[in-house]
Structure formats: structure tokens, C-alpha cells
């Protein structure tokens, strides 16, 4: 038997194997990312070298055979890491923006609390401040959110609030920090539970 029929009998299951457990495999975070791209171009050229030794090289298809090589190396890798990168941000996308609704339903939950005891919503100038610090009124039973519980959203950008036609409006301005922009996460205050 010859060496390149050993090797070749070796690579096509060990990268039929790897393929398989790396299509399964769950990466959640972009550091995790960086260790498996290298695992799915690795695997690629597995699958590129494996054809490559298949073949009974003859000097005519020489060139054809180093050129599907390539294909496949490009193809099988690029899958993959499209894969896990779709992926990632499958999850992180996701989770961004669930933790981010849930700090906004919780502050409209506070300004509900601030409402019924302080008799309306903080005004624009004192803002959700008003939350956590009395701006001086006798009613104030505060505060409403606590301090261990940010009013920023996941990317560390302060939520924000207007208060228009006497109801309040919170915000995101997302990812890229910019208000208006299509990053934006927005609830209202009507669809929240428990802040009616």
C-alpha cells in the first residue's frame, strides 16, 4: 500500500468526523470564534489534500487537480466559518438586544412607581435621575430602580428619556450610540407589562 493511500485513508474520516462535530458545535462568543476559524481552514485543506491524494496524478490533469483542491478548500472553509460567524451572531445579536428590552421594561416600570406617588413622570431636565435621586418633591418614596441595577443598555450607553405629551419615552440608541439611527431599540410605554 502506498503512503499517499495511508494518508488518504486516514484524512477522509478524520475530516469527515471534524466536519461533522463542527458543524454541531456551539460557539458562543467571539473569542471562541477566533479558535475555531483555524480548526474550519484546517479542515478544508484536510478535504483538499484527501482529493488531492485520491487522484492518480497525471502531469496533463495536474493542473486541474490543484485547482479543484482549491476549490474545496475554499469551499468547505468558507462554510464553515460563515457557519460559525452566522452563529455567533445569531446568539450575541439576540441576547444584545433581549437584556437591553428588559432594562427598558424595567425602567418604565420605575417611572410607572414614580407616577402614581409623585403625581406624573420626571420631567425632561431631571430625567430618569429622578428615579434613584428625589428632585425634591414630598411624595417621592424612592428609589425606583435600584443601584445595583444600571440605566445603561449592554454596550454601556446611557438610556434615554423625553417625556412627550405627558408620557414617557425610553430608549437605546444601540450599538453605535447615536439617536435616530436604525440600531435604535425603542418600547413603548403603553406595550410594557406592568407599567399601565
Known sequence: MKAASVIEAILIPLAGVLVLLATVARIDS????????VLDVTIGLMLAV?????REVKPVRRRTTVIVALVIWSVASGFLVWWHELQVYARTT?????????????????L???????????????GLDAL????GLAQWKGPYIPYDEPLIDVWG?????????NWPVVWSCGKDAISGT???INM???ETPGAR
Open 157 to 165: 450607553h446611557r438610556l434615554q428619556y423625553a417625556l412627550r405629551d
Open 112 to 126: 410607572k412607581a414614580y407616577s402614581r406617588d409623585c403625581g406624573s413622570f420626571p420631567s425632561d431636565e431631571k
Open 30 to 37: 467571539h473569542e471562541e470564534l477566533v479558535g475555531i476559524r
Open 50 to 54: 484527501s482529493f488531492v491524494l485520491a
Open 132 to 135: 434613584r435621586e428625589n428632585p
Open 182 to 184: 436604525k440600531d435604535d
Open 94 to 110: 439576540g441576547a444584545e438586544r433581549a437584556m437591553t428590552d428588559y432594562r427598558i421594561r424595567e425602567t418604565y416600570k420605575a
Open 188 to 190: 413603548d410605554y403603553e
